[in-house]
């Protein structure tokens, strides 16, 4: 007999398709196996080939050397959500002024928690490579961007973000939950956050509210 039960979001054909898009990773410079893809997202893989044939069809996938990657169609449908052309297209006089004052990398960031999402980067030739890049994620804790907005956002957010495992990105990432609680205090009564080689070594941060 057939079960009438609705399957949930990520069970469903689309958040199995959405699955397999997210699977990519930002440290992925070349294409992806179905395999690994298929592994990455929990899905079977004979539903993986269905399904990465018809985003390849759509545009959202590529096929390339050894693998796959992500399609052009994809970077399109990127520019075009409201908050973070708005966003960007508002900050980045200003971006372009601290980056000029500064001579160092400027990020435009915005708390989806867990993580910060990179709306807009401009780097510097001087400063030291920093694993971030436009469109990318990095858990908020491990960030001073990150760190300055939650201290800033709801307490419900906060709590959400506290109650999960804390992922350490490096060795000098705060992963201990009162630390992380009294660190995110201090930014609400001093007004200054930072980051000393929490998301990458060698990298030091502060944000500019």
Known sequence: MRSTQRDDGRNSVLGRAVSLLSAFRQDDDRCVTLSELARRAGVAKPTAHRLAGQLVELGLLEP?????????RVFELGQLVPRQRGLRDAARPFLEDLHRASGETVHLAVLEAPDVVYLDKLTSRAA???????????????????????????????????????ERVTA??????????????????????????????????APVR
Do not use: Q
């Open 64 to 72: 390339g050397e050894g693998g796959l990657r992500l399609g052009l």
């Open 172 to 205: 000098r990432t705060v992963v201990m939950r009162g630390v992380l609680m009294r660190e995110l205090r201090k930014v609400r009564t001093e007004g200054f956050a930072h980051e000393y080689e929490e998301s990458a070594n060698g990298v030091v941060c």
């Open 128 to 166: 030291p490579a920093v694993p971030s890049r436009i469109g990318g994620r990095m858990p908020a804790h491990a960030t001073a961007v990150g760190k300055a907005l939650l201290a800033h956002a709801s307490e419900d957010v906060r709590e959400a973000v506290l109650a999960r495992p804390l």
